[in-house]
């Protein structure tokens, strides 16, 4: 599904400031996107304590009611995202592809399971590889 700037879903924060995207790519459903969130963020070379702590974080705000937003990606982020999905909260991707193309490519299951409980986000179209800057 895609998103513009004047579809009401299109998530309000960014509605309006400098560099927004102007289209957001949405698999799941785009209503999460309106949720109080908190971001839980971190290495990708996480200890084990670290992961330990981000889950613990994630589900402890899940059961208050905050979508758990992250990146997909290995360590901290995976964490947060499994950790959201365990406590029956809601968990954004948000994702530095386009939503056809899963990075890690191991992490597939766990962004099938947050499409169907939650949404994956992405500001590139279908087949945007991922890119170091």
């Known amino acids: 599904m895609l998103l513009t700037a004047d579809d009401p879903r299109y998530p ?3 509605r309006g400031r ?3 995207p102007p289209a957001l790519f949405v698999e799941g459903d785009p209503t999460h996107l309106a ?9 990708r070379a996480a200890t084990a304590a670290g992961r330990e702590i981000a889950f613990d974080f994630a589900a402890r705000l899940a059961a208050h009611g905050f979508a758990i937003t992250s990146g997909l990606a290995a360590g901290i982020d995976a964490a947060a995202h499994r ?3 365990a406590a029956g909260g809601i968990t954004i991707a948000v994702c530095g592809t ?19 409980a939650g949404c994956l986000v992405s500001e590139f179209p279908t087949a945007t590889p991922p890119c170091r800057p």
């Open 12 to 14: 309000r924060p960014a």
């Open 35 to 43: 949720r109080p969130q908190v971001a839980i963020v971190g290495s």
């Open 83 to 85: 950790s959201a999905l």
């Open 98 to 116: 386009g939503l056809d193309r899963v990075y890690p490519a191991e992490h597939r299951e766990l962004a099938d399971r947050i499409a169907a």
């Open 18 to 20: 400098s560099g927004m």
